[in-house]
């Protein structure tokens, strides 16, 4: 896991809106098609990015406790 998955996703999501800015077919709700297709790429990239950094650093370490009395 490292940070660099993050900036091929944001490269890979850009590129997507890029092609649905184009590729948009003409008609009365062209711009609302266009804003509904980048904007839910855009929210999906955000959440995963944020649950993907959640994981890769935490806030919080987990601590180990003695689920099991140690055998000497």
């Keep these: 896991m490292s940070g660099y998955t993050l900036l091929w996703a944001f490269i890979a999501v850009f590129l997507v809106c890029g092609a649905a800015h184009v590729l948009t077919p003409k008609g009365n709700n062209q711009t609302l098609i266009r804003t509904l297709i980048i904007?839910?790429?855009?929210?999906?990239?955000?959440?995963?990015?944020?649950?993907?950094?959640?994981?890769?650093?935490?806030?919080?370490?987990?601590?180990?406790v003695g689920l099991r009395p140690h055998h000497t």
Aim: proline share 8%; aromatic share 12%.
């Design 39 to 64: 904007m839910s790429l855009i929210c999906c990239y955000l959440m995963w990015s944020v649950t993907y950094l959640a994981q890769l650093h935490p806030l919080i370490n987990p601590k180990r």
